[in-house]
């Protein structure tokens, strides 16, 4: 039964496998779509018992999905704690974490917790091969885009203090936290106009802030675009891993490439090829 529940769950090129995978895309989407339409207050008052018994359905539903994902895996550690583990930890038992604090219906903080249930979207993206190339040329792009990010944040503080000292205190740039956030617009090219200089000097600055802010943003498009063509992930299979569920690893592999588990160890049940899928 282990093994089976495993073979539905997991492994998506077998009938089973993808009919339980168009369901339960079909159930976070539906989801998604109740809390939106429970954020509505007109829906909420016409149609709140049947979005609230409806939400309950579908989080008794995405539990046992939660736990049978557990109880099917050899290594169910590296599962709980990875990133779609903790995904599917948070998304199912946020309708149940309103619970658990007393008068939730007082606390605004509750309807907090009931809108992780909209974290169910990110479980699609296991089914997208792209997204773990998209995952791996961000994690190799990481430290240059961390630099860059702490290249702005020193411009933003300068060319706020700047602003600040320019202006004086009794215009509109109050402080220089409200001139870092004047900082982020310009930079950015949101230009929201709440706030903008008067004075020649502060007009100046703000034009070259503006300029700058056309080369700064194309320079994390251009990082992640050259760590996608250096991304090879080479040929994979849609096995997953039986130790933490792990799919994509190398044909042939003997280990998987996360949790490092003998694969080749475990049964044909589990190791059984794309042929064998084929012939029953």
């Not at 009919?19 to 895309?25: G, K, P, R, S, Y």
């Not at 220089?176 to 929201?192: D, N």
């Not at 194309?218 to 760590?227: L, N, Q």
Request: aromatic fraction near 14%.
């Amino acid at each position: 039964m282990k093994h089976k529940i495993y073979d539905i769950i997991f492994e998506t090129d077998t009938p089973a496998g993808r009919a339980f995978d168009i369901c339960l895309i079909f159930l976070i989407l539906l989801s998604v779509v109740l809390v939106i339409l429970e954020s509505i207050p007109e829906y909420r008052l016409a149609y709140g018992t049947y979005l609230y018994y409806a939400e309950w359905i579908l989080t008794g539903l995405f539990l046992c999905e939660y736990f049978l994902r557990i109880y099917s895996l050899k290594k169910p550690i590296s599962y709980i704690f990875s990133f779609f583990g903790v995904v599917d930890f948070f998304s199912s038992f946020a309708t149940v974490f309103s619970l658990l604090i007393p008068g939730a219906q007082s606390f605004l903080i509750i309807r907090s917790f009931r809108l992780l249930r909209i974290f169910r979207i990110l479980k699609l993206a296991r089914y997208f091969d792209e997204s773990q190339v998209i995952m791996n040329a961000l994690i190799a792009s990481k430290i240059k885009i961390s630099v860059f990010l702490f290249t702005v944040m020193i411009l933003v503080l300068l060319s706020g203090t700047a602003m600040y000292i320019i202006e004086g205190p009794t215009a509109v740039f109050t402080n220089i936290p409200i001139s870092m956030y004047w900082a982020v617009v310009t930079l950015t090219t949101v230009g929201y106009g709440d706030i903008a200089p008067a004075t020649n000097l502060g007009k100046l600055l703000a034009s070259f802030l503006m300029i700058a802010g056309y080369a700064i943003i194309a320079v994390p498009t251009g990082i992640v675009t050259s760590e996608l063509t250096k991304v090879k992930l080479g040929p994979t299979t849609d096995r997953a891993c039986p130790g933490c569920g792990t799919q994509s690893n190398l044909p042939g592999s003997n280990f998987c490439r996360v949790c490092g588990i003998n694969i080749s160890s475990f049964s044909p049940v589990y190791l059984k090829t794309d042929t064998q899928k084929e012939k029953g």
